[in-house]
């Protein structure tokens, strides 16, 4: 029988397959402290992983593991050398996670394109003519329809969010060195191939990319001096993808228009993290899955790619390349 570690909550549904296979025995972890892991993983072949960390620290300690499975596409959580070393597979949900996530870009461009909350305020507090700061709103306010986006990362989420933003007539620009431009174009954009040159295009920026040693703060003071000024910057991927204090300036300077960010370099951000009391800032806590239906689906593919795994059926989509 196949030990599995559950390290953090998964949705009810995926755990439901563990308890109906006679053939894994599982417990769940929700204390994430180091000091508890390296305690307790040492017994299990397999993992499951949603928030906490797997370095080399806890991943030394377990001699049996032989899978990773990842609650989602990311893994810069994880300890990729150390994997690749001992030949630990790394399991992603990679067919599950790309609704939800355009769904909440376009959510955070829609909200900071009309203000986000202020006109409901506006009248729950019974201001209906209020006008100097309404005046002020209206002005800043925009229609996205021709508005030109430039969308970093042509992946799951990329492909998405695409169809969502033609579908509000907005002009959709692409930067991924990795995918061509037939296929950009059949999705209905056009590929840019030096990201400058799409930034000083760019009304909207949205990140969608995996954090890397190419990704890392590609998004700093320098390049922000290229976007235009009411431009708006949209980080759903990894947070240190933007420099975050480089952005704080930008934003303060009113080098751009705002941002909407859902991940932050230091998870969860220090209290004094200027961004969190910065106004042009929309933000949100690392929740772009948090939907009900992504939620279902990435605990049932989490808990599905480790049971594939030990079975030898594994779609090798879901295999991260180390």
């Not at 390296?38 to 370095?55: H, M």
């Not at 810069?76 to 939800?100: G, M």
């Not at 209290?271 to 689906?297: G, M, Y």
């Amino acid at each position: 029988m196949r030990r599995i570690a559950i390290v953090d909550k998964l949705h009810d549904d995926g755990i439901k397959l563990l308890k109906d296979n006679p053939k894994f025995d599982f417990d769940i972890i929700e204390d994430l402290s180091k000091e508890n892991l390296i305690s307790k993983l040492p017994a299990y072949d397999g993992i499951t992983l949603r928030r906490g960390n797997l370095d080399r620290e806890i991943l030394e300690k377990c001699k049996n593991l032989k899978v990773v499975s990842r609650h989602g596409v990311g893994y810069d959580n994880v300890d990729i050398k150390f994997l690749r070393e001992k030949k630990i597979k790394l399991l992603i949900t990679a067919t599950t996670t790309s609704i939800s996530p355009a769904e909440h870009i376009m959510f955070m461009i829609i909200s900071i394109s009309k203000g986000k909350d202020l006109f409901d305020k506006t009248v729950r507090n019974g201001d209906w003519k209020t006008s100097s700061i309404m005046k002020l709103q209206t002005n800043n306010n925009f229609e996205l329809a021709n508005k030109k986006i430039l969308i970093i990362g042509f992946g799951r989420i990329g492909k998405k969010l695409i169809k969502r933003c033609l579908g509000f007539d907005m002009k959709v620009n692409v930067f991924d060195p990795y995918v061509d431009q037939k296929t950009i174009k059949s999705f209905g954009g056009h590929k840019v191939n030096k990201l400058e040159e799409g930034l000083k295009e760019a009304n909207i920026i949205s990140l969608s990319v995996p954090l890397t040693d190419e990704t890392y703060h590609m998004i700093n003071l320098q390049k922000i001096k290229m976007m235009k000024k009411n431009a708006i910057i949209i980080n759903t991927s990894r947070g240190s993808v933007i420099k975050e204090s480089d952005l704080n300036k930008a934003l303060d300077e009113n080098l751009i228009f705002g941002a909407g960010l859902d991940v932050f370099e230091k998870e969860p951000p220090d209290n004094d993290n200027p961004l969190l009391k910065n106004k042009k800032v929309f933000l949100s806590p690392h929740s772009a899955t948090f939907t009900k239906e992504c939620s279902a689906s990435m605990g049932i593919q989490t808990v599905q790619n480790i049971i594939d795994f030990f079975e030898n059926k594994l779609d090798k989509i879901k295999i991260v390349e180390l």
